[in-house]
C-alpha cells in the first residue's frame, strides 16, 4: 500500500479511537503485553537473523557496537517491554480530562476537555523495543501511530508488528490501523510531507536523524536533536556534592543525553584541583581547551572551563546548551534561583544529578522521550504530551448578537 | 540593520525579559496606554497618509474594500487599542506559576514552573491595532517580539512603533528590543528561516497568507489557515433555535473566521422549508449545490446539504471542516454527545452560535488569536498560549546512581 493511504487509514483510525472506552484500551494494552510474552521465541529469532546480518558490519565499523547492543533483544530486555505495557495498562487516562469548566452566562457552560492530538509518526533508529513502548502510549492516549524503524532491526520490527497486528485484532471494539509500520526508507520523506495526515512527528535516534527530521518538515516535531549538559561549580559548592555529582552525571551512563558534557567552573572556588584530580581517577578524560563548546561526547570525556561568575556561566550555557538540562552545585540560594531563572533549558538543577531528566524518575510513568522544544511539551514527556485538549459549549440557544448589543451579559464564572 | 541582528537582539532580550517582576511589565504596559493615547493625533495622521495612499488602489479594486475599513483608525478603534492594553495590564502573570510540585524523594524537590516561549514573530496584515496588542500580551508574558506589518499600514505602524519605543525605554529596568519591527518583504522569507532565535511565528491575516507561512518554516506556527464552520439541524432541534442561532452565526460579522459557511440538515427535519425560508429572509443565499464543500465565503452566503443521519454530519464535518468551531442543534443528548466527542475540532458546540468561538467570550481576558493546531494550544488562545514551562529540581547532592542500585528509592508525592 503507498504511504498516502497508510496515513489516511492511520487518520480514519484515530476519528475512531478518539472516543474509546478506557477499558477497551486496557483490553488491548492487556492482549499486546500477553502477546508479546507468549511469542517471546518468535521475537529473539527474528531478532538473531538481524543481529547476523548486522555482524559484518559491526567488524567493517560501519555498525557501532552500541548500535549493535540496542539492537539485541535478551530476556531482561524483553521482559522490561512486557512490563512496560502493563505499566502503561495501569496509568490514569489521559482523555476525556476536565482542565477547565466555566459557566460564560446562564445556561451556557464552556468545557474544556483533553482528547488525542490524531495521527504519530515515529522514525526510530535500531531500538525494536521502541515499537511496544510507542504504541502502548498511542493506545492509551487514543492516538494513532505510523512506526518508521530502522533497517538493522526489519526482521525483529516485522514480527513484533506482526504479533502486536494479530493482538490487537482479536480486541472486540477496537479499531483497525491503530498501529501501522513502514519499512522503505521512502517512506521517511513521505511521512515528513503528509502533513494533511499526520499531526506530530517524534524521531527517537541520534543527533544526525532528529536534525535531519526538524529541518525536512512542516509538522510539529517533538524530541531533542542534542544533549549538551552543562554543570556549574559556584565557589560555595562543596567539594564532596561537586564530585559525586558531576561523576555519576558523566559516568553513570555516558551516552546518555542527559549526561553532562561540559563542566563550568568558577574562579574562585578553592578546590578545583581537588574536584578535577578526583574527576580523573574516575577515568574521566578533562578537555581544558575542547574543539568547540558544543560537542555531546557521549562519552567518559568532559568539556572543562573557568568562569569569572554565575552570570558568565549562564551566558555560557545559554550560548552553547541545548537547552536540556543544566546544573549548578551551590551553597548560595540567591545564585541557585538566578542560575534557574535565567538558564533557558527544559530543566534547571540545584544540586543534583543531570542523569535526573526521565520521565519514570519523574513520576511521569512511561516516557514518549525528552523534548527541547519551546512549544507544547518540553522535557520529560509523558502521555499528557500525546493530548491536546478541545472546547465544548454547551448552550441553550444562545446566540453573540444578544452580548453584542448589551441585552445579556458574561458572567465567567468558574465550576 | 539586517534581520539576524534583529533576531539575535530579540533573542537576548527574551533572556532579560523572561525574569523580569510583573509590576515593571505592568508599568511597561501603563506607559505603552499613556503614550498611545498622548500621542493619537500623531497617529490619526499617519493612518491618514497610509489611508490616501491606499484610495486609488481601493478604486482600482487592488485593495478590497474590507482591508481599507481594517486600516483605518478612528477614535473608537484608538479607544479600544488603549483599553486593550489597560486590561492586559490588570490580567493576572501568567509567568512564574507553579503547575507542579512534586517530592521525588526526601529533599529532592521538583517543581514544574511556568515560562515564556522566548521570541515570538507576528506577521500581520492591514490592521495596525495588532500592534498594541501583540506587543502588551508580549510584554505580559515576557516574550519578545518581532513585528511585521501589511505594507498598506507602513506609515502608521512606524508611527506606533516610534510611540512603543519612546514609551518603553522610560520605563526603568524594563530592557531594549522587547518589542521590535521590520519593513520590508523580504524580512518575511529571513524571519521563516530564522528557527535558530525565533521559537514561535503567529500570523495574523487572510487563508494566503496564513497557508503560505505555515508552508515555509520549519518555526512552530500558532493560527488557523481558515474557519469553515459547521451547523447540523439534527431532527429533533427546535425550529426557533436553528433559524435563530444560523442567523447569528452567518450575518452577525460574516468575515469573522467562526462564521457559519456550512448548514448541514438531518433528512427527517421537518421544519426543513421553514428553516430555509427563515435564513433567505435575512437576505442569505443559500447554495444547495456549492462548487465544492469547503468554501470560505466570508459573506451572507451559506452551502446547504442535507444528510442523513449524526454519522453523516460528523463525516462530513471531519472531512471538509478546518477543525475550527462546528455546531448541532438537537434536543437529543446522546446524539449532542457524539457530536461533539467524534467531531475533531477546536470548539463542538450544542445549541448555541459558533461565533462565541472567541477568547474575550471564553472570559480569557486577551486573545492571540484562534488556533486550529493539534498540538500547543487549541482554540482561542490568551495569555497561557504564550508561555511553555520549564523544570527546576532541588537536590541536596542527590546521584542517579543509588537509585539505579536500588540503595534510595523515590516516593513521588505530589505537594
Same mark, same amino acid.
Given at each position: 500500500m503507498d504511504f498516502v493511504n497508510i496515513?489516511?487509514?492511520a487518520k480514519e483510525s484515530s476519528l475512531k479511537i478518539a472516543g474509546l472506552d478506557v477499558d477497551i484500551k486496557n483490553k488491548a494494552l492487556n492482549a499486546l503485553a500477553n502477546a508479546l510474552e507468549e511469542h517471546k521465541s518468535e521475537i529473539f529469532a527474528a531478532n538473531k537473523a538481524d543481529l547476523e546480518n548486522a555482524l559484518p558490519f559491526v567488524e567493517e565499523g560501519e555498525i557501532s557496537k552500541s548500535t549493535f547492543n540496542r539492537l539485541k533483544l535478551d530476556e531482561n530486555k524483553m521482559r522490561d517491554m512486557v512490563q512496560g505495557v502493563r505499566d502503561i495498562t495501569n496509568l490514569e487516562d489521559p482523555i #476525556? =480530562? @476536565?482542565l477547565l469548566k466555566r459557566e460564560l452566562d446562564k445556561d451556557l457552560i464552556l468545557e474544556k476537555v483533553s482528547c488525542p492530538i490524531g495521527v504519530l509518526g515515529i522514525i526510530f533508529e535500531a531500538r525494536p523495543d521502541v515499537i511496544s513502548q510507542i504504541s502502548s502510549l498511542a493506545i492509551k492516549s487514543s492516538n494513532a501511530v505510523i512506526l518508521k524503524g530502522g533497517k538493522e532491526s526489519v526482521n525483529t520490527n516485522k514480527k513484533i508488528m506482526e504479533i502486536i497486528h494479530n493482538a490487537l485484532s482479536d480486541v472486540e471494539k477496537f479499531p483497525d490501523n491503530v498501529i501501522q509500520q513502514v519499512f522503505s526508507h521512502d517512506d521517511i520523506s513521505q511521512m515528513l510531507k503528509c502533513d494533511e495526515y499526520i499531526n506530530l512527528i517524534i524521531p527517537r535516534g541520534g543527533n544526525k536523524l532528529v536534525k535531519y527530521i526538524k529541518e525536512n518538515t512542516n509538522i510539529p516535531v517533538l524530541g531533542h536533536?542534542?544533549?549538551i549538559c552543562h554543570i556549574f561549580v559556584d565557589k560555595s559548592a562543596y567539594i564532596d556534592d561537586a564530585i559525586k555529582i558531576t561523576v555519576d552525571a558523566k559516568t553513570q551512563y555516558p551516552s546518555a543525553c542527559n549526561a553532562v558534557e561540559t563542566l563550568l567552573i568558577h574562579k574562585d572556588f %578553592?578546590? =578545583? %584541583?581537588?574536584?578535577?584530580?578526583?574527576?580523573?581517577?574516575?577515568e574521566i578524560k578533562l578537555e581544558m581547551e575542547p574543539e568547540s563548546w558544543d560537542i555531546e561526547y557521549g562519552d567518559? @570525556?568532559?568539556s572543562v572551563k573557568i568562569v569569572d561568575n554565575t552570570e558568565k556561566a549562564i551566558e555560557h550555557i545559554n550560548?552553547?546548551?541545548? #537547552?536540556?538540562t543544566d546544573c549548578i552545585i551551590t551553597n548560595d540560594l540567591a545564585n541557585a534561583e538566578k542560575f534557574m531563572n535565567e538558564v533557558d533549558s527544559a530543566g534547571v538543577y540545584l544540586n543534583a544529578s543531570t542523569r535526573f531528566a526521565d520521565g519514570f524518575r519523574y513520576g511521569f510513568g512511561a516516557e514518549v522521550g525528552i523534548s527541547t522544544n519551546k512549544t507544547h511539551a518540553r522535557g520529560p514527556v509523558g502521555l499528557e504530551g500525546l493530548t491536546i485538549y478541545?472546547? +465544548?459549549?454547551?448552550? +441553550?440557544g444562545q446566540i453573540v448578537d444578544d452580548y453584542a448589543k448589551g441585552i445579556k451579559k458574561f458572567n465567567h464564572r468558574d465550576l
Open positions: 496515513a489516511k487509514n #476525556g =480530562k @476536565i536533536a542534542s544533549g %578553592d578546590k =578545583k %584541583d581537588e574536584l578535577l584530580a578526583a574527576l580523573q581517577l574516575e567518559k @570525556i568532559l550560548t552553547y546548551g541545548s #537547552g536540556h478541545k472546547y +465544548k459549549l454547551y448552550g +441553550k
